[in-house]
Nanobody, 123 residues
Framework: QVQLVESGGGLVQAGGSLRLSCAASGRTFTNYAMGWFRQAPGKEREFVAAISWSGGSRYLDSVKGRFTISRDNAKNTVYLQMNSLKPEDTAVYYC?????????????????WGQGTQVTVSS
């Protein structure tokens, strides 16, 4: 079992930045690829970014060049640095853990989920 707790969400103006954190506890953190997903009001949850245990990553096309996923295995924490934020980035952001080492994008591929943190970008 892995427990995930997100933090760092909030209200920011368009063009601003936020850094989300996801602290993991339970089983060995390095056994999991980690992902960030988001869900906007009235929309399905979508993949944002993922990182392997060794630091490989992949991103949703619309966030490439603006968002950066990273992890600190010593701290059991994964981060999502979000720059140049846009109103369309407004959503609840979720951290997730995948027992498979691949950088997968489907929600159903992930085994554990956090409760989410709200990010609101005003225009």
């Amino acid at each position: 079992q892995v427990q995930l707790v997100e933090s760092g969400g909030g209200l920011v103006q368009a063009g601003g930045s936020l850094r989300l954190s996801c602290a993991a506890s339970g089983r060995t953190f390095t056994n999991y690829a980690m992902g960030w997903f988001r869900q906007a009001p009235g929309k399905e949850r979508e993949f944002v970014a993922a990182i392997s245990w060794s630091g490989g990553s992949r991103y949703l096309d619309s966030v490439k060049g603006r968002f950066t996923i990273s992890r600190d295995n010593a701290k059991n924490t994964v981060y999502l640095q979000m720059n140049s934020l846009k109103p369309e980035d407004t959503a609840v952001y979720y951290c997730a853990a995948d027992r498979n080492y691949a950088l997968r994008v489907r929600e159903s591929d992930y085994d554990y989920w956090g409760q989410g943190t709200q990010v609101t970008v005003s225009s």
